[in-house]
């Protein structure tokens, strides 16, 4: 897929992430939007993945780590055509398939249900030795926050991933800078993470995560890297394509009102 | 004197025996195989073990991770360490998801021994109970650990299975057939009822004999499953008998004895008593010295239903 289609996919991702966000009052549109064009990467380039047959075997798996950008995750997923896009509205509503943060048992295409920070990339460590067993050639793919990377169960998981040199892991963190209570390197600094995951065994790459030439490109090299995981540390704004939710951390969980969705739609080309 | 076995000892056997019959099984360890017995199963089936590290956290997610890969997982360490140490990852990454992970947690209680109370686990029933959707089996010996074990593996669906470090008396005959969910009465009697849940089956029927020797008849059932509790057994114990003395290796807040009177208290109410660890911490020492120390023998059983008759 032209990267001009992908641009075109990420724009249509994050409207519908606002428009989520909006309808249920409530939610994560910061890192939603900063994880919005990796998500795009994968599930309409990279993944292998039939939204037909969501249980295929073989298929490429997608663990988000950062459960509360499930909005992102929904919106490409429904775009996908796992589900109908007037679900999206549902987000977080009583009775919606659309929980708060994912649940693999009511959403098809959810690969694990995640929101308890850390515990996605660990049970992603357990699916890539489950394909390993099984001469299984599916990949899995999961996505961290940074503020994440201050969980200890992440760095038990990523010692496990070095150590069984699982190279069909492929982990990814959206490296935004923020987290609910301000700057990363103010809360609780996480630097220099590429050195973190080199020392633990794994292959790293920096990329710029949201520029597509650049995140398929890291993709394209994580699947050719064999003997050890790779983890892609994209450097991504968040709240990116709405000028005043980006680099603003009280954007993390947040709902913006009517006048700022509809003012959010504009600037991403779309209406509410 | 009937022979003494580890129902650890009894849980390297089964997965032995379930590797075998079962190539979908794979276990997982934090570094404590030789003391769980998971090792058998790793000497036998080394690329179906995966050592998690100390990292019983990280362990229970990769657990998560291979059951919804469509695995049947085993993942030990001690009580203290996976329930406590990784309640939450069992609760969203394994229970949530309906995941096919059966914890063995091997060393609960105080019969751990001289090891203290940092690893004398009493809690652990009260903690997987409260988790929506998981099983807990806690078996009395050798050969109801066994035979659950195997009920476990061929259950879908996560379980919780407390197991003992101390060897412990072999109460049934070889072959014995358990159900999850089947309380098993294994003595008759009309004037109290003493439910019991793991090595505490044993000194419920010590106790048993020595109140029979008063006159006094119990009836003695092994509560082997937790969750779901029998109740159609416990309230036959509370209409039958009219008192009920519950006896186990944990804490009274949260384990067998609160599961019971949460039933009887709703459908069958009655007179109870309940052995247990009274809201404390354990100590070094021997599991003997210990079983005495926090009143948890067939004499304290004794005292039990004599307060209750």
């Known amino acids: 897929m032209e990267h001009t289609q992908l641009q075109q996919i990420a724009r249509t991702v994050r409207q519908d992430i606002i428009r989520q966000v909006y309808c249920a009052g409530s939610g994560h549109p910061g890192g939603s939007l900063s994880a919005a064009d990796l998500l795009t990467a994968l599930y309409f380039s990279e993944m292998r993945i039939d939204p037909a047959m969501p249980d295929m075997a073989g298929r490429d798996r997608f663990v988000l780590s950062k459960g509360h950008a499930a909005p992102a995750l929904y919106a490409c997923l429904a775009e996908r055509g796992y589900f109908p896009k007037e679900e999206l509205v549902t987000l977080r509503k009583s009775g919606s398939r659309l929980q708060g943060h994912p649940s693999m048992k009511m959403l098809p295409g959810v690969e694990m249900s995640t929101g308890s920070l850390g515990q996605g990339i660990s049970a992603a460590v357990g699916m890539a030795l489950a394909g390993r067993l099984d001469g299984d050639s599916g990949r899995v793919y999961t996505l961290l926050g940074d503020g994440e990377l201050q969980e200890g169960i992440v760095w038990e998981a990523a010692m496990a991933a070095g150590h069984y040199k699982l190279d069909n892991l492929c982990a990814i963190v959206d490296h935004n800078g923020l987290q609910i209570d301000g700057r990363n390197e103010d809360v609780m600094n996480v630097m220099p993470i590429a050195e973190k995951f080199a020392v633990f065994g794994w292959n790293v790459l920096e990329i710029d995560g949201h520029d597509f030439e650049q995140i398929l490109d890291a993709l394209e090299m994580a699947r050719k890297c064999k003997g050890m995981p790779t983890v892609i540390v994209a450097e991504t704004v968040k709240g990116k394509g709405v000028s005043f939710m980006e680099g603003q951390a009280g954007w993390h969980g947040k709902a913006p009102n009517e006048e700022q969705a509809k003012q959010a739609m504009a600037e991403l080309g779309g209406e509410l | ?309």
């Open chain 2, 1 to 309: 004197m009937a022979e003494k076995i580890a129902t650890r000892a009894s849980y390297g056997k089964a997965l032995v025996e379930l590797g075998a019959e079962d190539p979908n099984i794979v276990v997982l360890d934090a570094d404590l195989s030789g003391s769980t017995q998971t090792k058998k199963f790793a000497d036998v089936y080394p690329d179906r073990f995966f050592n998690a590290g100390i990292a019983e956290a990280n362990m229970m997610g990769m657990a998560a991770g291979l059951a919804v890969s469509g695995k049947t997982v085993f993942a030990s360490s001690f009580a203290m360490f996976a329930s406590g140490r990784a309640y939450e990852i069992i609760r969203n990454s394994i229970a949530y998801t309906g995941a096919n992970v059966k914890i063995c947690a091997t060393h609960a209680g105080v019969t751990v021994g001289e090891d203290g109370a940092s690893h004398q686990c009493v809690e652990d029933l009260s903690l997987m109970r409260t988790i929506p959707g998981m099983t807990v089996l806690n078996p009395a010996d050798d050969v109801s650990a066994r035979a659950l074990i195997k009920a476990a593996a061929a259950y879908k669906g996560p379980v919780y299975i407390r197991l003992g470090r101390a060897a412990v008396p072999v109460i049934y005959e070889e072959g014995k057939p358990f159900e999850i969910g089947k309380a098993l009465r294994v003595r008759e009697g009309k004037d109290a009822a003493i439910l019991a849940t793991g090595i505490m089956v044993n000194e419920a029927l010590q106790a048993a004999n020595m109140l029979a020797a008063e006159g006094i008849e119990c009836r003695v059932v092994d509560v082997h499953t937790i969750k779901p509790l029998d109740r159609e057994e416990v309230i036959a114990a509370a209409k039958d008998c009219g008192c009920i003395v519950t006896a186990e290796e944990h804490s009274v807040i949260g384990g067998l004895g609160s599961a019971v009177a949460e039933t009887v208290c709703k459908e069958a109410p009655c007179r109870m008593a309940m052995v247990g660890v009274q809201d404390t911490f354990g100590q070094s020492g021997k599991p003997a010295e210990l079983m005495e120390q926090y009143g948890l023998t067939a004499a304290d059983i004794v005292k039990a239903v004599k307060s209750c008759l």
